[in-house]
């Protein structure tokens, strides 16, 4: 059996900075090979730019590589354009990822 890698993915995090900060710690707890944040960072959250502060302040050391990837709210906030109601299914049914 090969090497394991541990990778922990958290999405749809919304501006939640209690929640973030509460996997967060439990991934420096246990420990972690790579964090894939999956989008949708701070749309329609209570506590946007404090989250958006601790996801770029991220250095890895126990939480291991970082990547994120960009979420449909994300892609909609970085275009300036507004995010229509129920943007997520709208999208899943045009096919985007």
Partial sequence: MGDV???CVV????GNLHALE?????VR???ADMLV???DLVHQGPRPAETLDL????DGGR???LRVI????????LEDAPVPAGADAAERQAGTP
């Fill in 5 to 7: 890698v541990r990778l």
């Fill in 70 to 77: 960009r979420g449909n709210t994300d892609r909609h906030l």
């Fill in 29 to 31: 707890r246990t420990g």
């Fill in 63 to 65: 939480l291991g590589a």
């Fill in 22 to 26: 509460a996997v967060l710690e439990d």
């Fill in 11 to 14: 999405s749809d995090i919304h």
């Fill in 37 to 39: 944040v999956a989008g």
């Fill in 55 to 58: 996801l770029r302040g991220l």
